[in-house]
DNA sequence: CCCTATGTTCCCAA
DNA sequence: CTTGGGAACATAGG
């Protein structure tokens, strides 16, 4: 479930309970897990972020790597309470860190050194409008596909991407070599807008995502497309509509989205 | 029972 | 080679 944001969220909050804290012990509760082991009395560096995938770096170069994918989520957990769904635990000083996953698709993986290159560029580190109008000259994608390419764009799911493409007035079917310079300097700054807003809302809470500290989050109040099918389009009065692409619920607005 | 789901990967067909 | 569809992963909720 978590896209850009909500990562983004679980990072900063990561930040703030983290610092400089000795890992005391690691469980793995879930078989998918593989075996996990030589991370006990390393500390935690750093807490980073690369699209979707959140970092932790440890003493002894070793990385962390976490991907939620559907139904993933960290919980800082100082009380007694009890939750289903724990699949791993990372045990520090002051409190633990849980990985719950209901549907067992999230990922977790422990690195020697650098992270792998495997995602495209992340929108806050480095999204150049010049540099992918030339790349899409030579994609036969419709752009929605394209700013969803974790290999290309790394962080946009299929809510933001529906979100953005509605404040940049483009259809989602668009082909991504028909895009012009001028369309693909809106699709940067309407991106960089809409992510960093739904991070300073904690991300979007449909119905699973909670952020470290058990919140939901906010952005969910200001979404203009994305789960408002057959509702008026708050740009144009249109209606919004809801179709498939590529396998993912997409929702537009067929007036005001060419 | 049906359908849907904020993600990714794989196989297969066009 | 590229692209898209569908299934798979596993579970909850409407």
């Not at 790394?154 to 895009?179: F, K, T, V």
Request: glycine share 8%; proline share 3%; hydrophobic share 40%.
């Amino acid at each position: 479930m978590p896209e850009l944001p909500e990562v983004e969220t679980l990072c900063r909050q990561l930040r703030q309970v983290v610092f400089a804290s000795k890992i005391s012990g690691i469980q793995v509760l879930d078989n998918k897990i593989g075996e996990v082991r030589g991370l006990e009395g390393r500390e935690i560096l750093a807490v980073k972020r690369h699209g979707k995938v959140l970092e932790l770096e440890l003493t002894g170069n070793r990385l962390i790597l976490l991907h939620f994918r559907m139904t993933g989520r960290l919980l800082w957990h100082i009380g007694d309470g009890l939750y289903s769904h724990v699949r791993f635990v990372i045990s520090l000083s002051k409190g633990r860190i849980l990985l719950i996953d209901p549907r067992r698709f999230a990922t977790l993986s422990v690195h020697k050194k650098r992270r792998p290159s495997f995602l495209g560029t992340d929108p806050f580190e480095d999204f150049n409008p010049l540099y992918f109008w030339e790349f899409s000259q030579r994609s036969h994608l419709p752009i929605k596909s394209l700013l969803m390419d974790q290999r290309r764009i790394a962080g946009i799911g299929n809510i933001y991407a529906c979100e953005i493409l509605h404040q940049a007035h483009i259809s989602p079917w668009r082909m991504a070599c028909d895009l012009s310079l001028a369309e693909w300097e809106n699709i940067v700054d309407v991106t960089i807008s809409i992510l960093s807003k739904a991070i300073l809302c904690h991300g979007t809470t449909i119905s699973d995502w909670r952020d470290l500290f058990n919140r939901k989050g906010m952005y969910q109040n200001h979404l203009a497309v994305y789960a408002r099918e057959g509702e008026r389009c708050l740009e144009c009065g249109g209606e919004i509509q809801r179709r498939k692409l590529n396998g993912r619920g997409t929702y537009f607005c067929p007036a005001c989205q060419n």
